[in-house]
C-alpha cells in the first residue's frame, strides 16, 4: 500500500506511522480520565477506524458513559449523547419537520443523530420502536423522516452502553441492532490500585472537564482511509470465513455476513495500531472475541458466544 495514496473524495490518507501515532495519542488523552481499561479504550479505537459502532455493556458506575465522553471530547468533533429512557420518542433521536409559520413551511430540526459521535446512553432503557430509529443511522449513515433521506455527518460513530443488572426494567436489543455494533465489550471493576488513583484523580475537578482535542475529524478521516488501505491476503480472508463458518454449523445462530465484514475491518485497524500496512493471523485471533461473541446465540443456556469464538479459533487451522 502506497501511504500518500488518495481516497474517492480526493483525501490522502496517513501514513501507517502517523495513523499509529494518532492512535496513541488519543490513547494517552482518555487515559487522563479512564484508569485501568487500556484494553477497552484500544478496543473503541479500533471500532471507530473500523468504521463501527461500539456498545459497552456492564454494571452502573464503573465509567462506560465517562468513557465514551472522553474519547469525543480528545477528537475536536461534534458530540452529542442521547439519554435513552421508556418514554422517548424515535423522532426524538432523528429529529423532526416543524411547521415554521412566518414562512407557512416544514421546517427539518435535525435530531442528535446528527453529530460525529454519538452516545446512546443506558439504550435499553427504550422500547423497540425508539431502538430501531437508529437502525438506518448505524447501517446506511442516513436517516429517513417524512419520506426524505439525509446523510449523516462523516465520520459517524455510536457508542451505547447498557446494564445488564435491571433485566424487569430494560428491553432486550433486537438481534437487527446488536448486528450492527463491530464491538461488545465490558469495562469490569478497575483494580484497587486503578481504583485508588482514580480517586485521586477526581477528588478536586473532574479531568474530563480540562480535557483538550488531541485530534481532528479530518484526522480521523484521514486514519480510516489509512486502515482501508491495509492488505488482507486471500489467506486471511479464508481464516475469517472459517471462524464465522463453524459458528454457524455451531451454534443456533452464527455470525453472518455482516459480522466477518467487522472482523476484517477491525483487524485492518489492529494491522495500522501495530504499524503494519497487512493482517496477519494474530489480528484475527485479538479481535474475533469481541466483534463476534455477542452476534451468537449458543444452542444450549450452559454455553455464551465466547465459548463458541473459543472453539472456533481452537477448531479453525491458520493456513
Request: glycine share 6%.
Amino acid at each position: 500500500m502506497s501511504d500518500v495514496d488518495a481516497d474517492l473524495e480526493g483525501r490522502t490518507a496517513l501514513p501507517v506511522e502517523e495513523a499509529a501515532a494518532l492512535v496513541d495519542r488519543v490513547t494517552d488523552n482518555v487515559q487522563r480520565v479512564i484508569v485501568g481499561n487500556d484494553a477497552a479504550v484500544e478496543h473503541i479505537l479500533v471500532g471507530l477506524l473500523a468504521r463501527g459502532h461500539l456498545l459497552l455493556e456492564d454494571v452502573p458506575g464503573v465509567g462506560k458513559t465517562m468513557l465514551a465522553r472522553s474519547l469525543a471530547r480528545s477528537i475536536d468533533c461534534e458530540f452529542r449523547r442521547v439519554q435513552f429512557t421508556p418514554d422517548l420518542l424515535p423522532s426524538d433521536v432523528t429529529g423532526v419537520n416543524v411547521f415554521n409559520q412566518k414562512t407557512s413551511e416544514f421546517e427539518f430540526q435535525p435530531g442528535p443523530v446528527f453529530a460525529n459521535v454519538v452516545l446512546g446512553d443506558e439504550i435499553n432503557r427504550a422500547p423497540p420502536k425508539t431502538q430501531s430509529a437508529l437502525l438506518e443511522a448505524m447501517e446506511e449513515r442516513q436517516v429517513t423522516v417524512d419520506g426524505v433521506t439525509r446523510e449523516l455527518p462523516d465520520p459517524f460513530t455510536v457508542i451505547a452502553t447498557q446494564n445488564d443488572v435491571e433485566p424487569g426494567r430494560t428491553y432486550e436489543l433486537p438481534i437487527a441492532e446488536i448486528d450492527r455494533f463491530v464491538k461488545k465489550l465490558r469495562l469490569g471493576y478497575p483494580e484497587a490500585a486503578d481504583e485508588a488513583e482514580m480517586l485521586s484523580r477526581t477528588a478536586g475537578e473532574h479531568p474530563i472537564e480540562s480535557l483538550d482535542a488531541v485530534a481532528t475529524v479530518e484526522d480521523v478521516r484521514r486514519a480510516r482511509d489509512t486502515v482501508s488501505q491495509v492488505e488482507v491476503s486471500e489467506p486471511v480472508r479464508e481464516y475469517v470465513t472459517g471462524l464465522a463458518r463453524y459458528t454457524r454449523e455451531n451454534a443456533q445462530l452464527g455470525v453472518s455476513p455482516r459480522g466477518s465484514i467487522a472482523l476484517v475491518r477491525a483487524s485492518q485497524a489492529r494491522a495500522v495500531i501495530d504499524g503494519r500496512d497487512y493482517v496477519i493471523p494474530d489480528d484475527v485471533q485479538t479481535e474475533v472475541p469481541s466483534v463476534f461473541a455477542h452476534r451468537i446465540r449458543p444452542r444450549t443456556g450452559s454455553e455464551t458466544g465466547a465459548d463458541v469464538v473459543t472453539d472456533a479459533l481452537d477448531a479453525v487451522p491458520v493456513e
